[in-house]
């Protein structure tokens, strides 16, 4: 019987901390625009303290990262332009035009 309430309590521990990290994260989403046209298929990344997110928008400039913690404050970058962002337990909408051009591209939220 001491066995069996061992598993039980591995497995519920295992459990509660696999569920715990799903629900810690954090995701944000939306699309990028360079001059009303989707950005498609470019790098992006989300760099927060601690811990940087890759991704890539798909052909309809849409993209969606995932990381840490709710409560932090990153930044997120597309093709050499970066905006702040906050992290919220919900998952929130950022939508971006890419604006300007040359070596200081910068992106604005719409």
């Known amino acids: 019987m001491a066995r069996w309430t061992m598993t039980v309590t591995v497995a519920a521990i295992a459990f509660v901390l696999a569920v ?3 629900v810690a994260a954090a995701t944000i989403y939306g699309t990028i625009q360079a001059g009303n046209e989707p950005v498609g298929n470019a790098p992006v ?3 927060c303290p601690g811990e940087t997110r890759p991704g ?3 052909v309809r400039g849409t993209y969606r990262l995932t990381v840490g913690r709710p409560g ?3 930044t997120f970058q597309v ?3 970066s905006a702040p962002v906050i992290l919220y337990e919900e998952p929130t909408r950022y939508d971006f035009e ?3 051009g040359g070596d200081q591209p910068r992106l604005i939220r719409r």
Request: charged residues 15%; positive net charge.
């Open 20 to 22: 715990s990290g799903q």
């Open 45 to 47: 990344s989300l760099a």
């Open 56 to 58: 890539t928008t798909d």
């Open 72 to 74: 932090q404050r990153c």
């Open 79 to 81: 093709r050499g332009a």
């Open 98 to 100: 890419i604006a300007g």
